[in-house]
């Protein structure tokens, strides 16, 4: 693993809420798991504004700290406020050839959460909404200021009120069992009241950007669930969360600040972490048989690490990268399980030589038609840390392979892509 450790050092101050960008000394594999984490989360923000980037590391703190700890049913309300105030700008439900009426929207959201299916029922919601909207008509856009507590009716004086009265009666009518189901916290007789209740403050709520408050408010929560939980950081169970690490990843990678870490290494360390705690073993084990392998009198190593072993010797010319060759092979591990075989298959395999894993590409070019040799290729020439299903990473692949004739490339042939990669079959 990189161990990134360095001494504590004030670099630069962000913005005037006080968040300082600083290298921090990462102690331990935990340490540097909670940091790129945080650099990790820093990578969800778009707008790179001062106001945007304070108002999401403000909503991450909140959210950790239980200040978002809200019942679903208000969860619901507060974003459905706050989106009410985009909905102007951005049109109905954010689309924007569709004109936003607040007053009938919040008031059909009420009357079909009420029970009322004398305006339009399910089926006539689902009609406007597929009906098309009518051309060189324009509508004028109506904020939302107060969602009404109480059933009222309304008139439908065009299509544009139809089609806000129909989207408010399809998300309510969709969203509203399912809070139903999942918030726990709330009684029945109580989800109205607190619903509406929370639409109002959403809709008089300031927010910057919805993506960053409202992501940030999620991270945030997620967090302080992990750690209530006793769970494991980002998959890894022996990790615990360490907030301040963490939020120092957010705001640095906010702030491109790469002096310790940058997003890409922080991904790659991730990635790498991952898999050497579920594949590490593996790995050790197909290295160590590597070793052993080479020591056998029998075997020849070439500069990359290529190992083979001589069965059968050909005659003719060697091939070249650019040539298509024609083989008979088996493949298979080191633990004995063949994962592909033209003789089970009752065919050669035609391909060309320079479409393949690189150990193949090295180890026929070493062949002569009619040559049959084994090949024991190291990870770093096959798949490395690839998982292609039963080749997991790192493992070395083991083929006895016959080469039974050579295809030279013409001068009109167009060159394989560099680094293409011919997937070799699998047995089942």
């Known amino acids: 693993m990189k161990k990134f450790s360095i001494i504590v050092l004030v670099a630069a101050l962000m ?10 000394t990462l ?5 540097s798991v909670n940091y790129a984490l945080g650099l990790y989360y820093s990578n969800m923000i778009n707008d790179s504004s001062e106001e945007v980037l304070n108002e999401y590391l403000d909503a991450i703190k909140a959210g950790y700290n239980g200040e978002f700890d809200l019942a679903p049913t208000e969860m619901m309300g507060l974003d459905l406020g706050v989106n009410c105030q985009s909905f102007v700008t951005e049109g109905l439900m954010k689309q924007p050839q569709l004109t936003f009426n607040g007053e009938l929207f919040l008031q059909a959201i009420v009357n079909t959460w009420l029970g009322d299916t004398t305006t339009m029922t399910i089926m006539q919601a689902m009609q406007v909404l597929q009906s098309e909207p009518q051309e060189g008509v324009e509508y004028e856009a109506v904020p939302a200021e107060k969602c009404p507590s109480e059933q009222a009716e309304v008139e439908l004086k065009n299509h544009m009120d139809s089609v806000n009265y129909a989207s408010a009666l399809y998300y309510i009518s969709q969203y509203k069992p399912m809070l139903e189901q999942m918030d726990t916290i709330t009684p029945k007789e109580q989800m109205f009241d607190l619903f509406v209740e929370n639409v109002n403050k959403g809709l008089k709520l300031k927010v910057q950007d919805q ?15 992990t750690e209530e939980k006793d769970e494991g950081l980002g998959g890894f169970e022996d990790i615990k969360l360490n907030f301040d690490i963490l939020f120092q990843g957010v705001i640095n990678g906010l702030n491109d600040y790469e002096e310790m870490m940058s997003k890409e290494e922080a991904m790659q360390f991730l990635q790498e972490l991952s898999l050497n705690r579920q594949f590490g073993e593996w790995k050790k084990q197909n290295e160590q048989w590597l070793t052993d392998n080479q020591k056998k009198d029998s075997i020849q190593t070439t500069a990359s690490g290529l190992q083979y072993k001589v069965i059968r010797e050909g005659n003719g010319e060697h091939p070249a990268a650019t040539d298509t060759v024609v083989v008979d092979y088996e493949g298979s591990l080191i633990n004995d399980t063949v994962f592909d075989s033209s003789y089970k298959r009752g065919e050669p395999l035609k391909f060309a030589l320079n479409g393949v894993i690189a150990g193949w590409t090295e180890g026929l070019q070493l062949m002569s038609p009619g040559a049959k040799y084994m090949l024991y290729i190291p990870q770093e020439l096959a798949y490395g840390e690839r998982n292609q299903g039963i080749i997991q990473p790192f493992s070395t692949l083991i083929f006895t392979v016959e080469l039974k004739k050579v295809i030279k490339a013409t001068p009109q042939a167009a060159p394989a892509q560099e680094n293409s990669d011919i997937q070799i079959q699998k047995i089942n």
Do not use: P, V
């Open 211 to 225: 993506n960053a408050y409202f992501g940030g408010r999620q991270i945030g929560n997620m967090l302080r669930q």
């Open 15 to 24: 913005a005037s809420c006080g968040y300082k960008t600083k290298t921090i």
């Open 27 to 31: 102690e331990t594999e935990a340490d």
